[in-house]
């Protein structure tokens, strides 16, 4: 993880973004005329197996989306399983299929139903390259006009996570972890030394293409490779099954069965972060600012959403109390003006 270690990170502890939790009301999302205007800086998104649902305050309260006048209804979107906002689109993809919004989420259209959908991937640009890719059970699919139609590739097992380092495409699926050098054209095996079965996880070096470091979690727990996904070492994690990954600059976090770990040492050593917990498990883990910086963290566990704001230390309740979350989303931040680093 040479390449992650001198990316380096600065560490800022954000902890006024947001209202502290509350009980969370469960009216449907206003759309059309009567919506009120979208904030992209305190919009969460969540995907349970009701489908999907926003916050407008930083998880004060959750409100279900189900679209309105005008817009395509998101009932047969069934449990959402991936959510991918980008500026104002925001692409959600679920047991029903694909669905897009162009504004920040308000009103939808259903691109392409019928298919479940685990996994949604767009080019870094999109203004300039409209590919998509879609991790289904049945394999990948690639759209090259932006969502309007899609076509299969030779991978023909379920995907379940998908990141684009650049040239290389890494996929996650039900069988190990493969990468294509051509965008998706050919893929080549899932290496050596990875166990069998399903990759819920996984964490890419932001310099893959020269340090092609990268992680994988499932049941088997972590395992590591330094050469691409060609050769995998177990790590020394011991904490049932990991359902994400995610680094903070020089730290792996791992998110599963018994809550949320760190590690600051490429796997060696682990460090529990669950306090305020309980025997909750972790299905998604999100650091709203990453990469850039933040202590502030939201996890989506089988019985709701939590925060943290001093890097999971301690987790509070931020809302959807009950429900199983399976991912969680937030706008990105935007750049900054200059080149230089935000104080």
Known sequence: MKGAVRAGIVLLGLVGLGPPARTQAQDPVPTGERAAPVVTSLTLFAGTSEGLWRSADWGGSWSRVVGGPGTAPLESLGAARAVLPLGPQVWVGGEGGLYLSDDFGVTWKRLFPGVAVDAVLTSRYPQADPTVFLGTPGGLLLSQDGGLTFRPTLLKVAVTRLDWPGPALVVATGGGVTISEDGGGVFRGRGQGLPEGVVEAMAVSSFFGVDPVLFAGGAFGVYRSSDGG????????????????????????????????????????????????????????????????????????DGGVFRTVDGGQKWQRAGLDGKDVRVLATFPPPAPATGKRRK
Not at 240 to 261: H, K, N, R
Request: zero cysteines.
């Open 230 to 301: 060609r050769t995998w070492k177990a790590t020394r994690y011991k904490g049932g099954t990991v359902f994400d990954l995610q680094w903070l600059g020089p730290f792996l976090y791992a998110a599963g069965d018994s809550g949320v770990q760190r590690s600051d040492d490429v796997g060696e050593t682990w460090v529990p972060l669950s306090e305020g917990l309980g025997r909750q498990s972790v299905r998604r883990l999100m650091f709203p600012l990453a990469p850039a910086a933040g202590l502030e963290a939201f996890v989506g566990t």
